[in-house]
T-cell receptor
Framework: DVKVTQSSRYLVKRTGEKVFLECVQDMDHENMFWYRQDPGLGLRLIYFSYDVKMKEKGDIPEGYSVSREKKERFSLILESASTNQTSMYLC????????????FGEGSRLTVL | GENVEQHPSTLSVQEGDSAVIKCTYSDSASNYFPWYKQELGKGPQLIIDIRSNVGEKKDQRIAVTLNKTAKHFSLHITETQPEDSAVYFCAASKPHTNAGKSTFGDGTTLTVKP
């Protein structure tokens, strides 16, 4: 059974803290994505990666960075968390090619106080 | 960039009725249109998709139609059941050099009343 695993389902952090959200996939997919989900705003792309050490900004990259040191792992980093980054974060992966199914993790709900 | 609009934002139907969710997209280069279902506490999961060279696709009670000229596509669910209650997202993808970005609609919360 294919799987995308997000390490933390729920996190509570304080303003200014550094936050790491980890995502691991077991499908040997080249492409990995981080989305942010807010009510009424759908899924907005933060960053994506198409290969190890390769990354590109999505639609809302401000305040975020990413790391992809290994093919199976894609990390989202909030250098200095702010309250407006309180949200649900979804990781997804897709095999090589520009179209096809996205496989999502179950999400990480981050609350920044 | 691509813009995807989805309507309605909420939809309530009686069990057994049909449900229709509509999306429009802006970029004529988009050529892949998936629909995802998100149940409470879970990540979105693909339920059906359509590519731009096809006008309609069916899978049991679910169908998707695509009108490339008008740049809109729709999800049709027939004989709805309570387990169809979820949030549904449409998306549009276009060729990208490396990864193929998907732009999502804002979602439709479907409630099926028993």
């Amino acid at each position: 059974d294919v799987k995308v695993t997000q390490s933390s389902r729920y996190l509570v952090k304080r303003t200014g803290e550094k936050v790491f959200l980890e995502c691991v996939q077991d499908m040997d997919h080249e492409n990995m994505f981080w989305y942010r989900q807010d009510p009424g705003l759908g899924l907005r792309l933060i960053y994506f990666s198409y290969d190890v050490k390769m990354k590109e900004k999505g639609d809302i990259p401000e305040g975020y960075s990413v790391s992809r040191e290994k093919k199976e792992r894609f990390s989202l980093i909030l250098e200095s968390a702010s309250t407006n980054q309180t949200s649900m974060y979804l990781c997804a992966s897709r095999k090589q090619g520009y179209t096809g199914e996205l496989f999502f993790g179950e999400g990480s709900r981050l609350t920044v106080l | 960039g691509e813009n995807v609009e989805q309507h309605p934002s909420t939809l309530s139907v009686q069990e057994g009725d049909s449900a229709v969710i509509k999306c429009t997209y802006s970029d004529s280069a988009s050529n892949y249109f998936p629909w995802y279902k998100q149940e409470l506490g879970k990540g979105p999961q693909l339920i059906i998709d359509i590519r731009s060279n096809v006008g309609e696709k069916k899978d049991q009670r679910i169908a998707v139609t695509l009108n490339k000229t008008a740049k809109h596509f729709s999800l049709h669910i027939t004989e709805t059941q309570p387990e169809d209650s979820a949030v549904y997202f449409c998306a549009a993808s276009k060729p990208h050099t490396n990864a193929g970005k998907s732009t999502f609609g804002d979602g439709t919360t479907l409630t099926v009343k028993p």
